[in-house]
Structure formats: structure tokens, C-alpha cells
């Protein structure tokens, strides 16, 4: 099984503000559905919590949510103490490819910790004020894919999808 962690990121490290998105691409938000479709999402409560109710649990995923309030409750999700046992119960489940969708401190605590195999790393290239940001991926990162989109009618930016997984020590 090989964790996965999906995120978009501006150029200055931005991944948010006011527990939301700050910017608007409805084809990273494709990529998003497609890439993570019929698998394990794990996120913390506050970014579940940000996603609009009529979207929420994801569909065609299972939806897992990290918190440490021990009666918290989501219809239709999964609700664990730690990112571990979010992945534990993925790996039980048979999914090949579990994906960490956010928020922060959930990004920050999966890739301190080493329990992410590969990114997928969306650069949208602008920068943001917001209250989230991205750590950068160390030296361990190889990028194995790169792929350039064009601001257009519908994207108001340039932003490139890349692809890094973790080399072996």
C-alpha cells in the first residue's frame, strides 16, 4: 500500500485562509475527484468541516476524519483518533492508495511523522495571503512528473501538476 498526500500550493507556500480555499480551478478540482475516486480520504475535523454540505461525506470515497474529540460524529465517514489508525483501517480495507487531503497541521503532522509515500503537488503560480501554508518537501522528494497548465478562460493562473514520491535511503 502506498499513502498518498494530495494538496494545491501557491508559490509563496499558501494552502488556505479562514479554513477555506483562496483561490478557484475547476480543473485541479477534477484531478482532485478523479485522482482520489474510490479510495480512502483522511482529513481532519476543521477541513471537513469547510467543505459545503451538499458535498460532504465525498462521494465514491471513503471519508475519514482525524480528531481528538472523542464524540465527534459524521454521517457517512469514518471517525478515528490518529492518522495512523486512518491509515490502518485503508490498509484493513484492502485500498492500495489512502489519500491525506488536509488540512494543515494534518499535512505538517503526516510528513513530519514519514508516513507519506508520494505527492501529488499542484503549483499554482501566484501568490496568496493566507493563514496556511505548506511546508516544503525536503531533499528526499524526486519529482517523477511534471505537467504545465495555462491560464485560460476558466483559470485565471498558470499552475503545474507535479508528482513526487519519496526515494529509498
Known sequence: MKVS??????ENQVIGKNN??????????KFFKK?????????GRKNFESI?????????RTNVIVTRQSSYEAE????VRSIIEAIEKAKEAGDTEPFIIGGGEIYRHALENDLI???????????FDGDTFFPKLGT??????SKKKHADDKHFCDFTYEIYEKEAL
Request: aromatic share 10%; net charge negative.
Open 52 to 60: 459545503p454540505h451538499k458535498y460532504r461525506p465525498l462521494p465514491n
Open 35 to 43: 485522482t482520489t475516486e474510490a479510495h480512502f480520504v483522511i482529513m
Open 20 to 29: 477555506d480555499l483562496v483561490w478557484h480551478l475547476p480543473e485541479d478540482m
Open 117 to 127: 509515500d508520494r505527492v501529488y503537488l499542484t503549483r499554482v503560480h501566484e501568490n
Open 5 to 10: 498526500l494530495i494538496i494545491a500550493v501557491s
Open 140 to 145: 528526499e522528494w524526486k519529482l517523477i512528473s
Open 76 to 79: 457517512g465517514c469514518v471517525v
